[in-house]
């Protein structure tokens, strides 16, 4: 059975930093496309970044500069370093694996940015 399970997410001031953490169990992690996404209320989920298997990097413009993806394939875990943290980027953040057709998504977490 494939799980990812997210953590890392809170309350941060606008500015600050987070480190969002997924680990995935019951897939052969290291070929998989890891990516971060994400949705606000009453906004469509969207793209943060992504990994391929190969090691290409994918980010939103948005993000470009600040926020790094990154992953540990003996730990089976893919990372979302997000810096200078902005409101508008309070959202419930999902990790996602992929191959092909197949897709799975964690439960979410929640990043608030506010002061």
């Known amino acids: 059975q494939v799980q990812l399970v997210e953590s890392g997410g809170g309350l941060v001031q606008p500015g600050g930093s987070l480190r969002l953490s997924c680990t995935a169990s019951g897939m052969l992690f290291s070929i998989y496309t890891k990516g971060w996404y994400r949705q606000a209320p009453g906004k469509q989920r969207e793209l943060v970044a992504a990994i391929t298997g190969g090691d290409n990097t994918n980010y939103a413009d948005s993000v470009k500069g600040r926020f790094t993806i990154s992953r540990d394939n003996d730990k089976k875990t893919v990372y979302l370093q997000m810096n200078s943290l902005k409101p508008e980027e309070t959202a419930v953040y999902y990790c996602?694996?992929?191959?092909?057709?197949?897709?799975?998504w964690g439960q979410g977490t929640q990043v608030t940015v506010s002061s």
């Open positions: 996602n694996a992929g191959i092909n057709h197949l897709n799975y």
